[in-house]
């Protein structure tokens, strides 16, 4: 069974300060989503990340794929208050019709 | 283009009342998705629909029920409503992962929520 653990769970920064959001998965898989959910609202999609190495950035936020450590992470430089927000990973399952398991969400505040 | 979209945004029931929330996309996608959101919890995905008249169960399908008689519509009754059932519901859909390139950066796509209240 696929299980998605973030970590960590809570984190309070400053702003211009950097960080990084781990993201842990149990068993192989090829696809690995990061989305952004602000209070009260939906889950936009941020990143897909589809093989190991790979390397995605927009803005101030970076995501990479070690499929062999089966870890992901999301890094953010300089960091900004527009970026508090809560962040999940998903995998992609392929043994459960490809159904996304999620982690339980990174809380991030961004202090001015 | 709507994308996914979500009926009704805001509900209170009392226990033991039934109600359907309705899910609708015109992106033409084949699989449909309904998840519940709780507080501190990622998403745990209720039902799945991998195409029209096909309906599956997820993680936590208990005390829930979907249809979709529609390709664009994926409806999720609870008929009888427990506090238990209180959360934020979200409907999302995706292409059929097998028929996407293995290069594709298709996603799921989120509608706006629903938030349910059982009193």
């Known amino acids: 069974e696929l299980k998605v653990e973030q970590n960590p769970l809570f984190l309070s920064m400053q702003e211009g300060k950097n960080y990084t959001i781990y993201c842990n998965y149990s068993?192989?898989?090829?696809?690995l989503y990061w989305y952004r959910q602000d209070p009260g609202k939906s889950l936009e999609s941020l990143f897909v990340l589809l093989s190991n190495g790979a390397v995605k950035q927009e803005g101030r936020l970076m995501a990479s794929l070690d499929t062999k450590a089966r870890l992901s992470t999301l890094h953010i430089t300089a960091a900004v208050h527009d970026l508090s927000a809560t962040y999940f990973c998903?995998?992609?399952?392929?043994?459960?019709?490809?159904?996304?398991?999620w982690g339980a969400g990174t809380k991030l505040i961004i202090k001015p | 283009n709507a994308g996914v979209t979500q009926t009704p945004k805001f509900r209170v029931l009392k226990t033991g009342q039934s109600m359907t929330l309705l899910c609708a996309q015109d992106m033409n996608h084949e699989y449909m998705y309904w998840y519940r959101q709780d507080p501190g919890m990622g998403l745990r995905l209720i039902h799945y629909s991998v195409g029209e008249g096909t309906t599956a169960k997820g993680e936590v399908p208990d005390g829930y029920n979907v249809s979709r008689l529609k390709k664009q519509n994926f409806l999720l009754g609870l008929e009888s409503a427990a506090p238990s059932q209180t959360s934020v519901y979200f409907c999302?859909?995706?292409?059929?992962?097998?028929?996407?390139?293995?290069?594709?950066?298709?996603?799921?796509?989120f509608g706006p929520g629903t938030r349910l209240t059982v009193l």
């Open positions: 068993t192989t898989s090829d696809r």
């Open positions: 999302a859909s995706s292409y059929f992962p097998k028929s996407r390139g293995s290069y594709s950066t298709d996603t799921q796509y």
């Open positions: 998903a995998v992609e399952d392929r043994d459960s019709n490809y159904q996304l398991i």
